[in-house]
């Protein structure tokens, strides 16, 4: 098993930009999740799905996108990016409520 | 909005000597993780713990969840260069579609040979 697959590693953005970040996972998890990690703030998530075609706000969704059109993928889409949000992007997935996540090894995001 | 105090923030030991590190919230909370994470990858889980009062043994490591399922406490008995890491607990609320994990902002810790 692959476990959570994100692409790309890294990205160079410039300010306006739309992009997408890929996440996949072939543990047939229900519950995926995006988090940004930011140094002296931790962990925060983005946005979050229990299942397929459903998804939530999480504490920092401003300026991101998901949908959950399948089991296995769960993108991050970001509309018009703005240095703000350069930072490192974490999805991760879990087979349900109090099981721990498998993280993926992460996206390296910089708009400049 | 749900926080996650952790302490201490920074921890730099010798080997051989043990810690414990300590998670604490105002919340209630459904479940409690710990994770481990090194530079340039993504967090490792060690451990869920569910039930107030639960004790979880990984080897070296011992996990506490509190009585009333608002704090955990993760000891490390005779560290080894090998832990060095920054270990984070996350609490996790689940009700229906309605579902939160809320990461601590980690402790970062040094075993020196």
């Known amino acids: 098993n692959a476990g959570v697959t994100q692409t790309p590693k890294f990205q160079v953005l410039k300010t306006g930009q739309s992009m997408t970040l890929q996440c996949a996972q072939d543990m047939n998890h229900e519950y995926m999740s995006w988090y940004r990690q930011d140094p002296g703030m931790g962990l925060r998530l983005i946005h979050y799905?229990?299942?397929?075609?459903?998804?939530d706000q999480g504490e920092v969704p401003n300026g991101y996108n998901v949908s959950r059109s399948t089991t296995e993928d769960f993108p991050l889409r970001l509309l018009s990016a703005a240095p703000s949000q350069t930072s490192v992007y974490f999805c991760a997935s879990k087979r349900a409520a109090n099981y721990g996540y498998t993280f993926g090894s992460g996206t390296r995001l910089t708009v400049v | 909005t749900q926080l996650l105090e952790q302490s201490p923030q920074f921890l730099s030991i010798q080997e051989g000597e043990n810690l414990t590190v300590y998670c604490n919230s105002s919340?209630?909370?459904?479940?409690l993780q710990w994770y481990r994470q090194e530079p340039g990858e993504g967090p490792v889980l060690l451990v869920t713990v569910v039930t107030g009062g639960e004790v979880k043994k990984l080897k070296r490591l011992t996990f506490q969840f509190g009585d009333a399922r608002k704090d955990s406490s993760l000891h490390i008995t005779a560290a080894q260069p090998g832990d060095t890491g920054l270990y984070l607990c996350a609490g996790e609320t689940s009700g229906g579609s309605n579902y939160k994990l809320t990461f601590g902002k980690g402790t970062l810790l040094t075993v020196n040979p």
């Open positions: 919340s209630v909370f459904s479940s």
């Open positions: 799905s229990v299942g397929a075609g459903i998804t």
